[in-house]
């Protein structure tokens, strides 16, 4: 059976409607298949499956705490591939504040006839205020409470971008946010939250680690600061696959925007983080792998990484702390590279 014959009429019909080509979608397919690591047939055979024949859509709720709304703009961004949409198409998103259609005692009513159908994935996006939980109150009740009610009853809980996986830029601030993590510690809820970090959440990071969990009934494999595995872990470099690694080496950094000599050189003098984060920007890049920080003249400041945002601050000089350390790094050779 070749792989184009386990799609449907009906499905094949939906792929056409949506101007996405079989020939696309098997595509989209196999390059997740690879970061799953499974094989490209077994992934494709159980993707079709799962997106043909599910008669009910996994509920999802989506709540926001203390939040710049960044992360839902990203994950919009991913109905755009197509294939990402009709992947996305396949849940039932109950609640999100910012893009359902209903407001009010009518949101309210879906988002609590959710929780008690139980069983949904929750996407949770912002921190959740430690000092007074009057900086973030849901109408007349503390947000942290129904972030507790929706928590308890999850099948699967995702924290996406740095304010929930890791406190982010709130944890900096006056209400010193934490993460979902800590937060359902906090409250005695004996489940573990997915840290889909980076400021804001990679569409791909989210979009992948959803079908993980609708294809297999589990979450995907975490590294050591409770992330999946295949788009972060403590291995994956960015700063190895940066195109400006040999002038690092080199001792070339660009000190000057203006001197086009320095125009490609090493940006760690100017606040570059990337020797400290580990996530996959430089290889998966961004916008649809049109590009990504490093290759447009911004800085990685290690949005995936637990040192984001207090540590890596101030953004563009080399005096925060994180910088120090990478200096020193640098000179006792940990960064050495082994010559091929
Ligand atoms: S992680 Fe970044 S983009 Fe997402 S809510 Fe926090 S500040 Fe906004
Ligand atoms: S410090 Fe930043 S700019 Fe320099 S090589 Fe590393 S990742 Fe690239
Ligand atoms: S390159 Fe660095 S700052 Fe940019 S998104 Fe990736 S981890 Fe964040």
Redesign the pocket.
Known sequence: MGKGDILSKRFLDELEIRGLSRRDFLKYCTATAAILGISEFEFTTKVAHALQTASKKPPVIWFAGQACTGCTISFAQSLNPPAAAIVLDKISLRYHMSVMAAAGDLSERVLHDTIKEGGYIFIFEGSIPASDDRYWMHGKEPGRKVFEQIAKEAAAILAVG?CSAYGGIPRAGPTKGISVNDALKRAGINKTAVNIS???V?PDHLVGTILYVIVTGKVPELDAKGRPAMYFGDKRL?HDDCRRRGHFDAGEFLTDWNDPKQKDWCLFQKGC??PM?Y?D??IRR?NDGIN???DCG????????PL?YDKVSPLYTADSETSKKIWAMREAGIFKQEKS
């Open positions: 740095a980076t400021c804001p990679h960015l983080k990337g984060a996530v920007c430089s961004w990504f920080c490093l911004g800085l990685c400041q290690a949005c995936g990484d984001f």
